[in-house]
């Protein structure tokens, strides 16, 4: 067996096997890219929720602190139920799916809660339930519903950052 006759041999063996272990990899690229494209869409689908949230409950808020429109007792409660709610649901989710818990959203939930108590727990929305008017807030209780908004507002920020760096359950 001469030179020539090698070389053809084990390029009639190699040559295949090259080819089957480079479509190996493409496939398994391939699938990589899907799963990655997956979770990169699962994360920005759970940023964007949380996002959509804080952007409705700071809308709610602007009108109370900034505007300083009347507000109804019932309607202010009514909302702030929704948004416990909704917070909640989101919340649930995001754990589900997220590898480790975030705990910043245990702070927004525990500072929405407490935002929650100062609106209903304020003077002037006691006195407008028992006289069924609408009121206006009083500055201290804006002043403490924006500390409280800008609390929640950078532990969602946190909470997106993580979900951003985190791993997606399979």
Do not use: W
């Not at 390029?11 to 089957?20: A, G, K």
């Not at 929704?82 to 959203?105: G, R, T, W």
């Not at 500072?111 to 807030?137: G, P, Y």
């Amino acid at each position: 067996m001469d030179a020539n006759n090698i070389i053809l041999i084990i390029f009639h063996v190699l040559t295949p096997t090259v080819s089957l272990a480079a479509l190996i990899v493409s496939i398994i690229s391939l699938v990589l890219a899907k799963k990655r494209e997956k979770n990169r869409k699962l994360k920005d689908s759970l940023m964007g929720e949380l996002a959509t949230y804080y952007n409705s409950l700071r809308t709610f808020i602007f009108h109370y602190t900034e505007n300083k429109e009347k507000a109804n007792p019932q309607q202010i409660i009514s909302t702030l139920k929704y948004h416990s709610v909704q917070f909640s649901a989101i919340k649930s989710v995001v754990n589900e799916m997220v590898v480790d818990p975030i705990q910043d959203l245990d702070i927004v939930e525990a500072k929405f809660q407490e935002m929650r108590r100062v609106m209903t727990d304020a003077v002037e929305f006691i006195e407008a339930v028992s006289t069924k008017k609408d009121f206006v807030f009083a500055d201290g209780t804006v002043r403490e519903i924006e500390e409280l908004n800008a609390e929640i507002y950078k532990c969602i920020m946190k909470s997106q950052y993580k979900i951003n760096n985190t791993s997606i359950k399979q």
